[in-house]
């Protein structure tokens, strides 16, 4: 057949990469999907809302089993460099699962108690939401550190937040994470989107826009706190950033003569 024992009496100095669903144990003549590895491995259950287990909205666990495929091939191809020789390397599907899970098992033996899934949004930060503009859309802010804290506070004029100083600390505000949240919510609310980049993006993620006395724009003290607006696949394409990046991709494509754009 086309084993890996096979081919190596043919090369001694191939590599070999086996993708398969299980690693060597009780399971290792199972077939596997990407989404039968999300629900064997936890990670639907983290992702959808308690009680109905959701796979994430892409194929992670595939394209992670080919990414960790291509390391241990070159993590191969550099030992045979010293060996001369070849060998049969293996990414499996629910392994990689076991791996993306780390961060919850960890968290459960630190904290004697599970997790639950992460749209309860229980955030080891008081500002880490998903928050409605006044047209409809939704914008993600993050604000991970006391020092963004205070700067927040700061460029949405939010003075009674800053100057309280049972939320100087980050464990504060947590504790206080049921009243700050509705406020924010109330306050983000009031803005628009504004085509996905407007004057609430520029106070959290930049800092203020402000103007001299001769009109000349100056960026001024702001947030500059982890925030993007919440965006579909077709909004996506719009972003001038991910336009960048497939022009970067296509120019590449373009000087391989082994791939048709066509």
Request: net charge positive; aromatic share 10%; proline share 5%.
């Given at each position: ?15 070999y990469c086996s993708a398969k669903g299980f690693l060597k144990g009780p399971y290792e003549h199972r077939t596997a999907l990407d989404e039968v590895a999300q629900m064997m491995g936890g990670l639907a259950y983290m992702t959808g809302p308690p009680g109905r287990p959701l796979r994430a909205g892409s194929s992670v666990i595939d394209i992670m089993g080919g990414m960790f495929g291509a390391i241990a091939i070159l993590a191969a191809l550099q030992e045979r ?182």
């Amino acid at each position: 057949g086309f084993s890996y024992e096979e081919f190596s009496k043919l090369n001694s100095e191939l590599i070999y990469c086996s993708a398969k669903g299980f690693l060597k144990g009780p399971y290792e003549h199972r077939t596997a999907l990407d989404e039968v590895a999300q629900m064997m491995g936890g990670l639907a259950y983290m992702t959808g809302p308690p009680g109905r287990p959701l796979r994430a909205g892409s194929s992670v666990i595939d394209i992670m089993g080919g990414m960790f495929g291509a390391i241990a091939i070159l993590a191969a191809l550099q030992e045979r460099q010293t060996t001369k020789k070849g060998q049969k390397v293996t990414s499996a599907l629910y392994e990689n699962v076991v791996y993306l899970m780390g961060q919850h098992m960890a968290q459960t033996a630190t904290t004697g108690s599970p997790p639950p899934p992460m749209s309860v949004r229980v955030a080891a930060w008081a500002v880490y939401d998903i928050f409605d503009t006044k047209d409809g859309e939704q914008i993600f802010i993050g604000v991970v550190s006391d020092t963004q804290w205070k700067l927040f506070c700061e460029s949405f004029g939010l003075d009674d937040y800053a100057n309280d100083e049972s939320m100087d600390l980050n464990k504060g505000r947590v504790e206080k994470r049921d009243v700050i949240i509705p406020r924010l919510q109330e306050l983000f609310s009031t803005f628009t989107s504004a085509s996905r980049g407007g004057f609430w993006m520029d106070r959290v993620c930049y800092g203020h826009v402000c103007h001299t006395s001769g009109g000349s724009p100056v960026v001024a003290t702001g947030a500059y706190s982890p925030c993007t607006p919440r965006c579909s696949k077709a909004q996506l394409k719009k972003w001038p950033y991910s336009k960048r990046g497939v022009r970067l991709l296509l120019k590449r494509r373009k000087n391989n003569p082994y791939v048709n754009l066509s």
